[in-house]
T-cell receptor, first 110, second 111 residues
Framework: KAGVTQTPRYLIKTRGQQVTLSCSPI?????VSWYQQTPGQGLQFLFE???????NKGNFPGRFSGRQFSNSRSEMNVSTLELGDSALYLC?????????FGPGTRLLVL | GQQLNQSPQSMFIQEGEDVSMNCTSS?????WLWYKQDPGEGPVLLIA?????ELTSNGRLTAQFGITRKDSFLNISASIPSDVGIYFC???????????FGEGTQLTVNP
């Protein structure tokens, strides 16, 4: 079984731009969660999608949004990028009982 | 919101030594997970615990789900250089897939 894939792996943007990150979960998994990882805040939950519906949301501003497609692939979007959005963005694919993470997308905002 | 306190923050040990790290929570979790993360990569699942009191092993790793459901520990026996990395605990409530993570334990193993 293929693991969780995330694209792109690395991204450089400038302040004010927007970015879209993509995640393909493990085949058969219907839940996809997104996390932001920074040295200062650690791993923080952004949101979860299940069967194309947002099921849970963390404490992030509305600039952070996501969606899920019928094939369970998910995208997250960050609009009006700020320097503080520089982070490793991780996608997690959930089966019945546990979560597996992708390699992450490293976003640098200049 | 919920918080997970993970300790120690860092450990420097000699190859062959045993290691222990733990997490405590202000709230109850129904699942505890332990992950290892290498630089620039995503966390890799090591052990999953689903019942209070459960003790589970994965090779040289052993983890336990605390009886109170508010804590968990991870032991690594006979450490080797490839054990180097950051170890995270994570707790999950019953519904949904949201994980709350500890701050991580940075492990350094000297050969």
């Amino acid at each position: 079984k293929a693991g969780v894939t995330q694209t792109p792996r690395y991204l450089i943007k400038t302040r004010g731009q927007q970015v879209t990150l993509s995640c393909s979960p493990i085949s058969g998994h219907r839940s996809v969660s997104w996390y932001q990882q920074t040295p200062g805040q650690g791993l923080q939950f952004l949101f979860e999608y299940f069967s194309e519906t947002q099921r849970n949301k963390g404490n992030f501003p509305g600039r952070f949004s996501g969606r899920q497609f019928s094939n369970s692939r998910s995208e997250m979007n960050v609009s009006t990028l700020e320097l503080g959005d520089s982070a490793l963005y991780l996608c997690a694919s959930s089966g019945e009982k546990t979560q597996y993470f992708g390699p992450g997308t490293r976003l640098l905002v200049l | 919101g919920q918080q997970l306190n993970q300790s120690p923050q860092s450990m420097f040990i000699q190859e062959g030594e045993d290691v222990s790290m733990n997490c405590t929570s202000s709230s109850i979790f129904n699942t505890w997970l332990w992950y290892k993360q290498d630089p620039g990569e995503g966390p890799v699942l090591l052990i999953a615990l689903y019942k209070a009191g459960e003790l589970t092993s994965n090779g040289r790793l052993t983890a336990q789900f605390g009886i109170t459901r508010k804590d968990s520990f991870l032991n690594i026996s006979a450490s080797i250089p490839s054990d180097v990395g950051i170890y995270f605990c994570a707790g999950k409530e019953t519904s949904g897939s949201r994980l709350t993570f500890g701050e991580g334990t940075q492990l350094t193993v000297n050969p």
